[in-house]
């Protein structure tokens, strides 16, 4: 990590406190901000928090968001050229109703239960102006789970999904950028799959390899995917099911499979099929390349690992 120790310390910024009005608040008032900050997103439903240093977040490769998105990561300070510091904090996904998809009627994509995310980005830059100091939300295009792993949320793992030990595969990521020099937290070291290959198992569209997911087959893509394979569409109404003509759950096999997944979040499920990935998560996958199958050896192994 490229931190400068002058920078950083001490973790107790001494701030000049002036608001985003111009209005003094404290001159020369010892200010824990990291802590404040963390403070308000856990208050709004945020269940981890750190911090990254923009060169290290900025040092990450672009990769390509394929899906329906076709666009490449962009990098930080794109958004923010003076930005010194990353905010970042994930909420937890809890129950199935966390993971419905909405289409509009003008074709735009909602998902209500990231909702928190944007009313904790608002907040945290809220805090962070009223001390003094500018912020701004990134792109949408930023690679937010390597972002995450810097800030210690967990291991990037074979379903291309950051897991954590406590609340495995379910955090989804926010991020503020600010010019507040923070003591940046410590990168999660280490890789919590091992040797385990649940999720690669469970996928019914046979879309992951370790570390990488073929947009091109997972059922989140596929679901809104103008052109998708009719042996994959097919797969939709078991794996991702319809609520609404204009809702639908999003397939979430490959997590209840994980082994990091609370017996809890396997409980809130609303489809049988979730109910079945989740019980056969144990099975092996063949280990030698001449056992697994036909399909698995023709597969691409185009992917995305955003």
């Known amino acids: 990590m490229s931190i400068s120790a002058e920078l950083y310390a001490p973790s107790f910024n001494r701030l000049q406190n002036i608001s985003a009005s111009g209005t003094m ?4 008032e010892f200010v824990d901000l990291k802590s404040v900050l ?3 997103a856990r208050k709004k439903g945020a269940v981890v928090f750190g911090v990254v240093s923009i060169e290290d977040a900025n040092a990450l490769p672009s990769v390509k968001i394929e899906w329906t998105i076709n666009r490449w990561t962009k990098r930080l300070r ?3 050229p003076e930005a010194r510091s990353v905010v970042v904090f994930g909420i937890l996904s809890t129950d199935d109703a966390d993971e419905i998809e909405i289409r509009r009627s003008d074709g735009r994509l909602d998902y209500p239960g990231y909702m928190p995310i944007s009313i904790i980005m608002r907040d945290l830059m809220r805090v962070l102006r009223d001390y003094g100091f500018r912020a701004r939300a990134p792109s949408v295009y930023a690679s937010y789970k390597r972002i995450a792993q810097l800030a210690g949320m967990g291991s990037y793992g074979k379903n291309a999904l950051i897991i954590h030990p406590k609340y495995g595969p379910w ?3 926010g991020a503020v950028l600010t010019d ?3 003591l940046p937290d410590r990168p999660f070291e280490g890789d919590l799959c091992g040797k385990c290959e649940r999720c690669l198992t469970a996928c019914p569209a046979d879309a992951l390899e370790p570390y990488v997911v073929n947009p091109n087959r997972c059922l989140v893509g596929v679901a809104t995917a103008p052109r998708a394979r009719p042996e994959l569409k097919r797969l939709l109404p078991e794996h991702s099911p319809v609520l609404t003509p204009q809702s639908r759950v999003m397939c979430t096999a490959c997590q209840l499979a994980c082994r990091y997944t609370t017996a809890e ?5 609303f489809s049988p099929a979730s109910t079945r990935a989740s019980k056969s998560r144990g099975k092996k996958k063949p280990s030698r390349p001449s056992e697994r199958s036909p399909r698995r050896q023709r597969r691409s192994r185009k992917g995305t690992s955003r």
């Open 265 to 269: 979040r396997r409980r809130n499920v």
């Open 38 to 40: 963390k403070e308000r």
């Open 180 to 182: 507040a020099p923070l």
């Open 25 to 28: 608040r404290a001159v020369g």
């Open 171 to 173: 955090l989804r990521f």
């Open 78 to 80: 794109d958004s923010m």
